[in-house]
């Protein structure tokens, strides 16, 4: 495999993981969406039947990012993209990171806020 191939199959591993965090919250949006602007549709109400979705869409969300990890710091493979370093691209990990983190797990990050602060 080459070294842009492999760097570009890291990218893609990235860019995998941050879809499967977005679908594994589909099934919350209609409440976010009311919590945070006061928006609510009858739209909405069909995406809690994605709720079977979010378990199995964290597991694969939380396994794509240890694999990209891994090969940031751990992998022996070259890194060479030609744009981007592999500083730059860890850099770009650890500030996307949370922000995943933060959509995988908002409903759970949400209740515990309430039951902090209220």
Do not use: D, H
């Not at 965090?21 to 549709?41: E, M, Q, R, W």
């Not at 396994?63 to 744009?83: A, D, E, H, N």
């Amino acid at each position: 495999m080459s070294q842009q191939n492999n760097a570009k199959s890291a990218g893609v591993t990235l860019v995998t993981a941050a879809a499967a965090a977005v679908t594994a919250g589909l099934c919350c949006v209609g409440p976010l969406l009311y919590l945070l602007f006061g928006i609510s549709a009858a739209g909405f109400a069909g995406l809690s039947q994605l709720e079977f979705l979010r378990v199995p869409m964290i597991v694969l969300s939380l396994g794509l990012m240890l694999r990209v990890f891994w090969r940031l710091y751990f992998s022996k493979r070259l890194w060479c993209t030609g744009r981007l370093t592999l500083g730059q691209m860890r850099f770009l990990f650890w500030l996307i990171l949370p922000f995943m983190l933060l959509i995988l797990f908002y409903p759970t990050v949400i209740a515990w806020f309430y039951e902090v602060f209220e």
